[in-house]
């Protein structure tokens, strides 16, 4: 791991540039496979930048390698071990915390934002950003969260709102993986779909209308149902191939009295 110094919001050449993803702290973890499971969420999410507080020792043999998956290879062993008082000066700092004041009569625990309300607002802050997550047992405290920018809650059960320290920073990146991951860098494909044709869908209700006649569907209810057909297909939008296909199934449905006559 390597070594800051303390600086002003943004004023140390050393300290990350705003507009590289916020970066991850972590305070006094007391288990090293915490770590390593954080580690592995930043990779998963497109974070890099891990900063850690008080760490455990973190073995490149022992749970925090084996549970970083890969990144063991580059987030894990590339750290920034520093003091809260460095992390508290040197960032924009976002405290996340299960536990949150029911009202503004406190401000160390309110007001509060969830992951996914900061991922619409956290674009817009100019300055270097940390995500700081606490101890396992209790968080952060309130000396600590007093001292930091502004509070993160994850909207849970409010019978058992605390998640672990791993769940929480999954949950949390996962949220905010906009800020590190394009659409296009994510395993997922390309979403975009293009409607089929007009002529196309009309081929597809002629299709359908044919088949209500076949089938003796009474004529008095023809047009409500065509109407209904309508909706369905309009809000499916359906694409080329899936009106082709749905074309060949009617055509195949309003085949079949002929074929058993």
């Given amino acids: 791991m390597t070594d800051t110094h303390t600086s002003s919001h943004g004023s140390d050449a050393s300290a990350p540039d705003h507009r590289t993803p916020p ?15 954080i580690a592995r969420a930043m990779k998963n999410f497109g974070f890099s930048d891990l900063l850690l507080v008080d760490p455990p020792e973190l073995d490149p043999d022992g749970e925090a390698y084996g549970f970083a998956g890969h990144a063991r290879e580059d987030v894990l062993p590339n750290a920034t071990e520093l003091s809260f008082d460095e992390l508290a000066s040197s960032y924009h700092t976002i405290g996340c915390t299960a536990v949150t004041n029911e009202d503004d009569r406190s401000h160390v625990r309110f007001p509060f934002s969830t992951p996914a309300e900061l991922a619409d607002r956290l674009p817009t802050v100019d300055a270097p950003t940390a995500l700081v997550f606490g101890r396992e047992r209790v968080g952060l405290t309130n000396d600590e969260l007093a001292r930091i920018d502004e509070i993160c809650s994850i909207p849970a059960n409010e019978e058992y709102p605390v998640l672990n320290l791993g769940q929480a920073a999954t949950v949390t990146l996962y949220e905010l993986r906009s800020l590190a991951l394009d659409a296009d860098e994510t395993q997922l494909p390309d979403v975009d779909r293009v409607r089929a044709s007009e002529q196309t ?14 089938i003796n569907h009474p004529p008095e209810k023809r047009e409500k149902a065509m109407r209904m057909l309508r909706r369905v ?28 006559d």
């Fill in 201 to 214: 869908i009309d081929r597809v209700y002629d299709q359908w209308s044919a088949l209500l006649e076949t």
């Fill in 23 to 37: 970066a991850v702290a972590v305070v006094d973890a007391k288990f090293s496979g915490n770590v390593g499971t």
């Fill in 233 to 260: 297909y309009g809000r499916a939008d359906l694409t080329e191939r899936e009106a082709n296909t749905l074309l060949g199934l009617v055509r195949r449905a309003a085949e079949r009295p002929a074929e058993r």
